[in-house]
């Protein structure tokens, strides 16, 4: 008898299953229970996450025998899902919450504002919003239009479905499409990148982002600083959100605290997020 | 580089037509140039990061913990997550893939149903990272209750470079002479026994080197690898814990413009790890080879 | 047979099956997340939608669909002919020495991460077509050089293989009639090679589709039709990387029915290959 006859068989893949299946479920309970007690999880928008692994690293120097805390990516709604799931601890989300979503329990950390950035051999300084509107919906197309020098704008957006474009859909689009042609980058980083290399691209990334590589255009005449988005004048703006489902752990509700604590505070105003004056 | 021509006489009486030798000639310094092309293509991949990152690659770098989101500081957790991922893979994978091999050469005969296996691994061959990543996703991280950890991420490479060990052993299994089988057989060994004390340790150069590739690949993964092992900064401590690959923190550094030095620093350090694991699978395949002139054609 | 032997049979065959499962597994993943998608949108305005906006619910795939055709295309014409070349001199024209070196150097070319070409890529290519050529410098040309370098490994090695096993009859045959060995290659070894050749085409073609990270950094992931060279495109790969993490609800169903788009691609790519090699083999 060389081969083993097609019962065998059968019997031989269900083994399988049950193998597979049961090696790969018994580190999935123990890591349940592990996680209660073990780290933090953090999970959610992408222009939060930079943010949240500084203040997780500034955590962990300051109180160094609480547990760690892990900040993953994944965006908005993926952050508003992992909360929901028990999958993360905290969700972070870069917009408000949907209607779907309105079990969990937000926490505004901080303002971001969204400054609208071209090259910084760019001429042209201001813009208003209906420019804007017309830049990314496709209907003016040349910088000549606007006051620059002449030439095709390139317009970088940011994928569907992210805060940011959420954001930037709602304040400045205004129920019209930014337009299939724009180019579209994953992160704030990367449309930062993009507009630093290209003379005639014009994209937006939240005001803490901006750096000497760039340059930020006054929106309806009115520069992007702190200054003005506490004072109400910029209008760019959008909460950055820490959800929980139900009452947080001991351990996230710690992290939280400090988040707000004055420290916290000071770490996410010095990396260019707007907080509420002290 | 000078032509080829020195062997010519080797190849052939080159000197019996000579009207036709134009277009030869031409066609000749068609392909030489193709393969000058991609050497210089290659070449200058590996130098522009290697030259671009040196600067940063300092014993600092390597061992430091990353500190203000990577803009400053080292990689070192990175570097014990890729290790550990890449390690905890082969561990998953290697077995399966060795076992999947020798039941294919030596456990059954072409039918229909080592045809059915062979379909599974070259099928599972062809698909996209991105879809091992969704698939990743989907089973370990979320079904199994595994989360974003080495573990979930482990699992997933595994099951992208069995394709390739399986390959790999196959093949070194079947460059075994036959005559090894059967003195074995005639001996009285079971077939157990000679697969266990014949076929393995004569194949097994030909299969480390296969699963050092596969490793190699491994090593190198981004987008399986970003959905199932996530992307936390911290040293992990167990296989439960997330980690930021190499490849992955290089993504982010780079991609975000967080610090084009340290990303070109981290792609130094990932590129000179692929190439001290192919380096070592080919050295290990060249000396086989050189030993063993059986082995294949 | 004794129960050491039994147990032996019975682990390698259980052991054999686990790619066959997890082929399975993700196989039933995927499509179990995408299926209720075109049971509710439908293939027709899914495949032939040529509008993606998830936010109005206008699920359109077309572009996508069409932007890894023409990205693939371009890297296949970028990288085939290069690669082939390469192997036909590594196989038929260098010294033996030389074609040992040179193989295994290109091979590594496989190993490197592909983001690392996607970064070369946005940091050398990306900027050399904008100032060169016009355009904003993220395109469908950008996407193809980058694919066509990536996919030389795979086209080196296979058609070298290829061409290898070619009898060394063949070539003395046609240099005893008197041609001459680029005569010899492109009349008799070519030819003779030709199904192998072709694998390698197709299994580069595979590479090409599935390439994700890379595409990501260089192709601008605009969700139009490409008008030409220069014009960003987005693939279907892309599409999903780039939006994964952010969609909920319908259009993360959208993703993975764009993943079962992908699947149904690759695998139609996968058995015309196999049909090939197989063909060779007999």
């Known amino acids: 008898m060389r081969y083993p006859k097609s019962g065998r068989r059968l019997a031989s893949v269900c083994l399988l299953l049950c193998l597979t299946l049961g090696l790969t479920a018994l580190p999935g309970c123990a890591r349940r229970g592990d996680k209660a007690a073990g780290s933090i999880t953090l999970a959610g928008s992408t222009s939060v996450q930079p943010f949240a692994e500084m203040l997780a690293e500034e955590c962990a120097r300051k109180y160094p025998d609480r547990p760690p805390v892990n900040v993953q990516g994944g965006g908005s709604s993926a952050g508003a899902r992992a909360a929901l799931s028990g999958t993360a601890h905290i969700g972070m989300l870069s917009r408000e919450l949907a209607e779907s979503e309105k079990e969990l329990e937000p926490t505004v950390i901080a303002i971001d504002a969204l400054a609208l950035i071209v090259h910084r051999d760019n001429n042209v300084v201001d813009l208003t919003k209906e420019q804007i509107r017309g830049i990314f919906s496709g209907r003016i197309t040349d910088w000549g239009e606007l006051g620059g020098t002449p030439g095709p704008i390139h317009v970088i957006s940011r994928e569907e479905g992210s805060g940011t474009r959420g954001a930037f859909d709602e304040l400045i689009m205004g129920g019209e499409d930014v337009m299939a042609r724009a180019i579209v980058q994953d992160s704030n980083g990367a449309v930062r990148e993009t507009v630093a290399g290209d003379p005639r691209a014009i994209g937006y990334v939240s005001l803490g982002l901006v750096d000497d590589r760039v340059r930020a255009v006054k929106v309806d005449g009115v520069e992007a600083s702190v200054e003005s988005v506490r004072s109400r004048e910029y209008i760019l703006v959008r909460p950055f959100l820490f959800v929980v489902k139900g009452d947080p752990t001991p351990e996230a509700k710690e992290f939280l605290d400090f988040v707000l604590s004055e420290e916290g505070q000071r770490i996410l105003s010095e990396e260019g997020l707007v907080t509420e004056e002290r | ?297 | 047979m004794n129960r050491k032997e039994k147990f032996a049979e019975v682990v390698l065959t259980v052991v054999g099956l686990t790619s066959v499962a997890v082929l399975a597994l993700i196989i039933f993943f995927i499509f179990r997340e995408g299926a209720p998608f075109f049971a509710e949108v439908g293939l027709g305005s899914f495949i032939g939608g040529t509008k993606w906006s998830p936010g109005k619910g206008q699920f359109g795939v077309l572009p996508m669909i069409a932007g890894s055709f023409f990205v693939t295309l371009g890297a296949l014409v970028i990288g085939v002919p290069l690669g082939l070349g390469c192997a036909l001199y590594l196989s038929e024209f260098a010294p033996k020495r030389t074609a040992a070196i040179l193989k295994p150097l290109i091979e590594i070319l496989a190993g490197i991460p592909s983001v690392v070409f996607g970064f070369i890529g946005l940091t050398v290519i990306v900027p050399l077509i904008r100032d060169r050529l016009g355009g904003p410098g993220f395109s469908v040309l950008a996407s193809a050089l980058v694919l066509g370098i990536m996919i030389l490994p795979t086209m080196v090695s296979i058609s070298y293989d290829a061409l290898r096993a070619v009898p060394q009859v063949y070539r003395e045959g046609m240099l005893a009639v008197g041609a001459n060995r680029w005569q010899a290659v492109t009349s008799v070894v070519l030819p003779a090679a030709r199904s192998g050749i072709l694998a390698a085409g197709i299994l580069s073609m595979g590479r090409a589709v599935g390439e994700t990270m890379a595409v990501i950094m260089v192709a601008g992931n605009a969700t139009i039709i490409p008008g030409s060279v220069l014009d960003p495109v987005r693939t279907l790969t892309s599409n999903i990387a780039l939006e994964m993490g952010y969609a909920a609800g319908l259009h993360r169903q959208a993703l993975f029915a764009t993943g079962v788009v992908l699947f149904v691609i690759i695998g139609a790519l996968n058995i015309v290959a196999r049909s090939f090699v197989r063909n060779r083999v007999r």
Not at chain 2, 143 to 152: N, P
Not at chain 2, 272 to 281: C, E, G, N, R, Y
Request: charged letters at 15%; glycine letters at 12%.
């Open chain 2, 1 to 297: 580089m000078a032509p080829s021509s020195g062997t010519d006489g080797a190849y052939g009486p080159g000197a019996l037509k000579r009207p036709k030798r134009s277009p030869g000639r031409f066609g000749m310094a068609l392909v030489q140039g193709c393969a000058v092309l991609t050497v210089a293509v290659l070449v200058f991949i590996i130098g522009y990061v290697m030259v671009k990152g040196a600067r940063v690659m300092t014993p600092g770098f390597l061992l430091g913990s990353p500190e203000k989101m990577g803009r400053e500081g080292g990689i070192f957790p990175s570097i014990v997550g890729t290790v550990s991922l890449t390690l905890a893979s082969v561990i998953i994978a290697a077995p399966l893939g060795i076992g999947t091999a020798v039941f294919l050469t030596e456990y059954t005969q072409e039918g229909l149903f080592s045809r059915i296996v062979r379909f599974g691994t070259e099928s599972l061959a062809g698909i996209p990272s991105i879809i091992f990543g969704l698939f990743g996703f989907l089973f370990f991280v979320i079904r199994l209750g595994m989360g974003w950890s080495i573990l979930s991420g482990s699992l997933t490479l595994a099951a992208m470079m069995l394709p390739t060990i399986v390959r790999t052993s196959e093949e070194a299994l079947r460059s075994v002479p036959d005559v090894y089988k059967e003195t074995a057989y005639a001996l009285g060994a079971s077939r157990w026994q000679t697969v266990a004390s014949v076929v393995l340790p004569t194949a097994m150069p030909g299969i480390v080197t296969g699963v050092i590739l596969a490793m190699g690949r491994a090593v190198g993964e981004t987008a399986a690898v970003i959905f199932t092992a996530g992307s936390s900064l911290r040293l992990p401590k167990s296989i439960f814990d997330p980690v930021r690959t190499l490849p992955v923190h290089f993504y982010i550094l780079a991609r975000e413009g967080i610090s084009i030095e340290n990303a070109y620093g981290t792609a130094a350090v990932l590129l000179s790890a692929v190439l001290l694991v192919d380096f070592a699978a080919y050295y290990i395949l060249h000396r086989i080879s050189k030993k063993r002139p059986v082995a294949r054609r």
